[in-house]
């Protein structure tokens, strides 16, 4: 199938409350217009430089996503036009996107990312530290970000049992957070599920999706 039909296809199973992120890392501009084509504004990167090209060739009314780590000394290179970051997983990061986002008048949409994966490798927030940020009393100074939403990956297994008790570990997070409100917070997207496991992040309440091999095929790595 092309890029369009599978998007078209996605989009018609996805239901009205979950967004779709179509993640385009390692794809040619001419996968992005594509999808552009077909109606998605929403693109997730994880590479910056790479990310920036893009945005530089594509139409303006792109909303870009970065979803993968980032490093605090980077943030300035997408601050002029990031849309959202997934994985903010310091205060250190949040004060430092909130700096780049008043340089450039913006105000960027943060989610803070939970670790939920029992592999060592993944990054994320311990529940513990996620929850000492959003009580720290900096947060509400920091004028130009907005803590938007949650994101977690779960483990790369085959046991849908550990999967889904790690999605509805984050929707549990979400839910308890979610009643914290002040001028800069207020959760209302949970981005979590891939192409191999949406359907089952949407049935644990995941509100975005990040799909990238299910529309674009297989990322070639050179
Ligand atoms: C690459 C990536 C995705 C998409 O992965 P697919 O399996 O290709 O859908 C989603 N989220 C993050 C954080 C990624 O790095």
Same mark, same amino acid.
């Given at each position: =199938? ?8 996605? *989009?018609?199973?996805? %239901?009205?409350?979950? +967004?779709?992120? !179509? /993640? ?41 996503? =970065? ?8 943030? *300035?290179?997408?601050? %002029?036009?990031?849309? +959202?970051?997934? !994985? /903010? ?134």
């Amino acid at each position: =199938m092309s890029i369009s039909e599978n998007i078209k296809s996605l *989009k018609n199973n996805l %239901p009205a409350q979950v +967004t779709l992120v !179509a /993640v385009s890392k390692t794809k040619p501009i001419l996968d992005l217009e594509e999808a552009y084509k077909t109606g998605q504004r929403i693109f997730g990167e994880n590479k910056i430089q790479e990310m920036t090209q893009k945005w530089e060739q594509l139409p303006k009314d792109i909303q870009w996503h =970065m979803i993968g780590h980032v490093q605090t000394n980077k943030v *300035k290179y997408m601050a %002029p036009y990031v849309d +959202t970051i997934h !994985a /903010v997983d310091s205060f250190k990061l949040l004060k430092e996107i909130n700096k780049q986002a008043l340089k450039n008048n913006r105000i960027i949409n943060c989610f803070l990312q939970l670790k939920i994966a029992k592999e060592e490798s993944k990054f994320g927030l311990t529940k513990q530290d996620l929850i000492a940020i959003l009580k720290d009393e900096v947060l509400v100074s920091l004028q130009n970000i907005k803590i938007t939403g949650l994101m977690g990956m779960a483990s790369f297994a085959d046991n849908k049992d550990q999967i889904r008790s790690e999605f509805l570990l984050l929707k549990e997070t979400f839910d308890e957070l979610k009643k914290e409100e002040t001028l800069n917070l207020k959760l209302n997207t949970l981005s979590m599920g891939m192409s191999g496991d949406y359907p089952l992040a949407i049935e644990c309440g995941s509100t975005m999706v990040r799909v990238g091999s299910a529309i674009f095929g297989e990322r070639n790595y050179v």
